[in-house]
């Protein structure tokens, strides 16, 4: 159990850290919101793999309103761009 605990902290541990990097130097918005989406979807995966291991459901509020804050987050990006793109062209 021990192990599959290592091995889930580093594979997830190594997946946040690129997404950081995408988050820092990704070339458009588009790219750091792909990328938060997917940091968000980590935390997630995060806190799923805890209540699975531990065998609780506390966390299911948590990862409700994380779901619904990348959702919502999802979206008011989308719009800002389609506007950006809207009046520049």
């Known amino acids: ?3 599959m605990l290592v091995v889930i902290a580093v594979v997830f541990g190594v997946a946040a ?3 950081l990097w ?3 130097i990704g070339p ?3 790219d ?3 990328a938060s989406d997917v940091l968000l ?3 997630m995966c995060m806190l799923g793999a805890e209540m699975a291991i531990n065998g ?3 966390s299911l509020p948590v990862l409700l309103i994380i ?4 959702v919502f987050g999802s979206i008011s990006i989308a719009r800002f761009v389609a506007r950006r793109d809207n009046t520049q062209s």
């Open 22 to 24: 995408r988050i820092i």
């Open 32 to 34: 750091r919101a792909v």
């Open 67 to 70: 779901a619904a804050v990348g």
């Open 28 to 30: 458009s918005i588009l």
């Open 1 to 3: 159990m021990n192990l």
């Open 17 to 19: 850290l690129l997404t």
């Open 56 to 58: 609780h459901t506390r």
């Open 41 to 43: 979807t980590e935390v």
